[in-house]
Nanobody, 117 residues
Framework: QVQLVESGGGLVQPGGSLRLSCVAS????????MTWYRQTPGKQRELVAT???????YYADSVKGRFTISRDNAKTTAYLELNSLKPEDMAVYYC???????????WGQGTQVTVSS
């Protein structure tokens, strides 16, 4: 079955960096758009960045210039590079795979990012 597994979260000081990974299995990874979301308690899940199957990337204004989304189809992995982290970036980060044409989507279990001094 389809599985998405995020990793790379952790505790980092403000201004620090992390790289999140989302490894996919059980699917034809290259045809899926990949999106990173984040969520904090009591708030709705927020779209952070998307990379399409064709490699086009889009970002939320709040992370533009600080975060970079990428993908490696050979490794069936999507990445989110987080730089210049701020306390307000602290959240659980989730990846989603979305096959637009078929209307299929799958979610990972999330990875916690904590930004604190």
């Amino acid at each position: 079955q389809v599985q998405l597994v995020e990793s790379g979260g952790g505790l980092v000081q403000p201004g620090g960096s992390l790289r999140l990974s989302c490894v996919a299995s059980g699917m034809i990874f290259s045809i899926y758009d990949m999106t990173w979301y984040r969520q904090t308690p009591g708030k709705q899940r927020e779209l952070v960045a998307t990379i399409t199957s064709g490699g086009s990337a889009y970002y939320a204004d709040s992370v533009k210039g600080r975060f970079t989304i990428s993908r490696d189809n050979a490794k069936t992995t999507a990445y989110l590079e987080l730089n210049s982290l701020k306390p307000e970036d602290m959240a659980v980060y989730y990846c989603k795979a979305h096959w637009v044409r078929a209307g299929r989507e799958y979610w990972g279990q999330g990875t916690q990012v904590t930004v604190s001094s």
